[in-house]
């Protein structure tokens, strides 16, 4: 049996209350004591009247892909990339991370066909080694578009870690990039394409839509229905696009592109999720609508790190401090929502009986800055 953890003088962010100056014990990996003043246990770890959160719940993350493709051309070995990754995952406050691995291919090459195996190999090397700080759960990235994304998902539906599925269409001309111009920008600094090549890939890009996207967004949905599998549109844009994920089984809107959508979404009691990074920063490197829009407008569930682990930390307190959510509030959209998003009960709470995954915030400067963190009671980071 291990020993108790007992954190003490800690700011404690309950789900719509805030503890000022508590103490929390952890038993056996649950959180089995919450109490409104210090403990006086010679054991208790003195939190300096920081806040006490509960660990971050992450459905949507490229952030491995990075460790295991470092450069054009490299490739890194998959379970040092995989620890790589969950290291920075823990270090940012997260305790359950939805590694997103891509099914299908737009931009002209077969790097992400090559890392998906990789991806899954590393992942399920490092758990079944207990070597992962964090959590973690697959979260298949479909490309609708693609001729073999079907093949792709036959070959991975019955892995016991798949917990998410999304549905994607990057087509140039529609939903993230209905304008031309930021499609060229995003994909010839990102990917490095010639002119040339980007010109074939929107070429065969659109002529694949056309003849695969409807039919295989119907399949892989059915797919999903009939194993239980949670799935998110992604990038919805307009009310048909929502209408028509609504009429497929879909609960979860990720990013959508404008208020209509995430109006819709609701409207459909489908819930919304956005990109951290877009808080952070402000608006959407993509010119669409602003993460922090639709948290004012009550339209925001959730919140993912995307491509920037720290952001969601850092965009929750910012919920907070520039947009009018209360603290609570703010972060529930990085713990408890996406957590019930995915009906993961267990965890994403301060509560009796959750797991004891935690973090522990300082501010610097009005920054988030995690000092400490706990999945099930054992330090991560």
């Known amino acids: 049996m291990m020993s108790d953890l007992i954190l ?22 649950v959180i089995a004591e919450i109490d409104d003043s210090p403990s006086n246990a010679a054991e208790a770890i003195d939190m300096e009247g920081d806040y006490l959160i509960p660990g971050l719940i992450e459905l949507h993350t490229d952030n491995l892909e990075k460790h295991l493709a470092p450069r054009p051309g490299v490739r890194w070995p998959g379970v040092p990339a995989l620890l790589a990754h969950d ?78 599925v999304s549905l994607m269409d990057h087509t140039p001309g529609q939903r993230q990039f209905v304008d031309i111009a930021q499609y060229r920008l995003y994909y010839q600094k990102k990917h490095n394409v010639s002119e040339a090549d980007l010109q074939e890939m929107i070429v ?121 959510l209360t603290l609570p509030q703010a972060i529930a959209t990085v713990s408890r929502n996406p957590a019930r998003m995915l009906g993961m009960e267990d965890r994403g709470e301060i509560a009796l009986g959750r797991r004891g995954d935690l973090a522990r915030v300082t501010l610097h400067q009005g920054l988030p800055l995690v000092r400490e963190v706990w999945r099930e009671g054992n330090r991560v980071a």
């Open 8 to 29: 003490t003088n800690a700011r404690i962010i309950l789900a719509d209350s805030v503890i000022e100056n508590g103490s929390v014990v952890v038993r056996d990996g």
């Open 87 to 164: 290291a920075q995952i823990a270090a940012a406050g997260i305790t359950t991370v939805f590694d997103a691995v891509v099914l299908g291919n737009t931009i002209g090459n077969n790097t992400r066909l090559e890392l998906l195996d990789q991806s899954v190999e590393a992942i399920d090397q490092a758990r079944a080694a207990g070597l992962t700080r964090a959590d973690h759960f697959l979260h298949l990235r479909c490309e609708v578009a693609d001729p073999d994304v079907l093949n792709q998902y036959e070959k991975v539906q019955q892995h016991p870690l798949l917990r998410l």
């Open 204 to 324: 065969s890009t659109r002529a694949n839509q056309e003849k695969y996207a409807t039919p295989h967004r119907v399949a892989l949905a059915a797919a999903c229905r009939a194993r239980g599998i949670p799935i998110a549109a992604h990038d919805d844009a307009t009310m048909a696009h929502v209408e028509e994920s609504a009429s497929l089984g879909i609960t979860i809107s990720e990013f959508p592109t404008t208020v209509e959508a995430a109006s819709g979404a609701r409207d459909n009691r489908m819930t919304t999720i956005m990109g951290a990074p877009n808080v952070v920063r402000g608006g959407s490197h993509s010119g669409n609508v602003a993460a922090h829009e639709l948290a004012e407008l009550g339209l925001l569930d959730a919140l993912s790190s995307d491509y920037v682990p720290i952001s969601m930390m850092h965009a929750a307190f910012k919920l907070h401090g520039n947009h009018g």
